[in-house]
């Protein structure tokens, strides 16, 4: 049976950007939750793909909630321009924020937006456990962050366990790299409630299919 507790949220890295509403409105009809944004600066990691006018464009064109995933440098610099774009959830990597995590995590939620934090691979679940309290959702990154189409860490996948038997029950896990309908099992086992997911989902032939069989 398919759970629908389960979010799927396509992200538009995967997506064909010179036709990006109709991409758009494909994964909103195929059923999609969340619209999952990726911010790169060329910095935090080694590619550069959107910002604040591309979010922008996009909350005039969908009702569905925007997912926003800052693998940015200084992430405080850019929450009110991201807020005030139409972001839902944004969400920062806590490797970019170690020194002011509280601060940042006050900032979204000034805002009103539901905050998220971000781990890479090689962070360990305890260094973000003093702040689990304060967030709306946690996404793990099963693959280095950074470029799409990455092969599955599923070693990284063990922390969603951890998280889920640390964590109050409302929180979102959400799961980011290398997610397929395989690995999208995998995750959900282990406790994830939210999928993130380009090219899977963005290069299938029945993009509603895609999604029913990552839910």
């Not at 759970?3 to 997506?15: G, H, T, V, Y």
Request: charged share 25%.
């Amino acid at each position: 049976m398919k759970n629908k507790c389960i979010i799927i949220a396509p992200s538009i890295l995967s997506a064909d950007f010179a036709n990006l509403q109709t991409e758009i409105e494909k994964i909103e009809n195929a059923g999609a939750d969340w619209v999952h944004i990726d911010v790169m600066d060329g910095n935090f990691v080694p590619n550069i793909t959107i910002g604040v006018p591309v979010v922008k464009s996009i909350r005039k064109v969908t009702k569905m909630i925007l997912d926003v995933h800052l693998m940015i440098e200084n992430p405080q610099k850019y929450i009110k321009d991201f807020s005030l774009a139409g972001s839902d959830i944004i969400t920062f990597h806590y490797e970019a924020a170690k020194e002011n995590v509280f601060d940042v995590i006050k900032l979204i939620k000034s805002y009103g937006k539901k905050a998220g934090i971000s781990i890479k691979p090689c962070t360990k679940v305890q260094e973000i456990k003093p702040y689990l309290k304060d967030l709306d959702l946690i996404l793990v990154m099963t693959v280095e962050p950074g470029f799409g189409g990455q092969k599955f860490m599923s070693e990284c996948a063990e922390k969603i366990k951890e998280i889920s038997s640390i964590s109050d029950t409302s929180i979102i896990i959400e799961v980011d790299g290398g997610i397929n309908d395989k690995t999208a099992k995998i995750c959900k086992d282990l406790g994830a409630n939210a999928l993130v997911a380009g090219n899977y989902v963005f290069s299938s032939n029945d993009i509603k299919m895609a999604i029913d069989l990552l839910r």
